[in-house]
């Protein structure tokens, strides 16, 4: 018989959707917390044990408590070496967070940053600090307070702006294939991208400078990466991944080409016509599925 204490990973996610946020200890969660998407969530972590963080296109091994930031649009991973893991893990959306007209900068703070410091070493009398703040994120989860969302938002601001005056961890390990990783993290992002699910949620990231200003590397660094990797450009990977998704939303769908191209980004469904011929040879409509 199932425990009915016990929540499915499809209740954690709708739970983590419908409100934006979520706290809770390490431990109790362990096994769902794998399952949460990225995609969605930012992330911090307060951890004591030994493990190894990937983060884009370094590696952290720490032995003790640190404090980690994660961004959705950052892969990492975390390999836990200990058998003993304790602390606290607290997943907010972006727009839970920026209700608060104060947390624009914070999001765009080192912490959340590629080329930023995300994972930051914790003393024991910090460790206490933060473990109490973690505690009341919790509490405060479980009442009925009117203004709660507004009370966890200034907890979370003070995780970070406690987290800023630290001095960041150096035991980063440059990876021996620098342009590997970042070309892994590069695409992807691009892969997060899609599918794209609503016209009401149009392609954000549309050329390799979006990509390259959203990972805070410089253009030419990701291209000359990209390229020497897959012996592609980064602009013919995101082409080839818009076209595929046109010819998906215009087989699997039953909208119209205006709405098509606005969900891809374009401004004007002629924009988009034009640059589809372009790189198939073919218009928009022969990819049409005929109605019998």
Known sequence: MQNKNVRSVSEFNNELKLKGFNVFEIGSDSNITRFYSRKDFYKICLTTGKSIIHYADRSFETDGTVLFFGNPHIP???????TSYVGYTCLFSEAFLKASERSESLLQSPLFKISGTPILKITDQQREFLN???????????????????LIRNYIHLIIHEALKLQPSENYDQHKNAASRITSVFLELLERQF??????????????QDYAKNLNVHVNYLNRAVKE?????????????????????????????????????????????NYFKRMTGTNPKSHRVLEV
């Open 132 to 150: 109490t703040i973690f505690r009341k994120m919790i509490d405060e989860q479980q009442t009925d307070y009117a203004y709660k969302d507004d």
């Open 195 to 208: 599918p794209i699910e609503s016209t009401d949620l149009p392609l954000q990231l549309k050329t390799a």
């Open 76 to 82: 990492y991973s975390w390999e836990t070496i200990s």
């Open 229 to 273: 990797v897959t012996g592609k450009p980064t602009t013919a990977h995101i082409t080839e991944r818009i076209i595929s998704e046109a010819k998906a939303l215009l087989q699997h769908t039953d909208w119209n080409i205006a709405d098509i191209a606005y969900a891809l980004g374009f401004e004007y469904p002629s924009y988009f016509n």
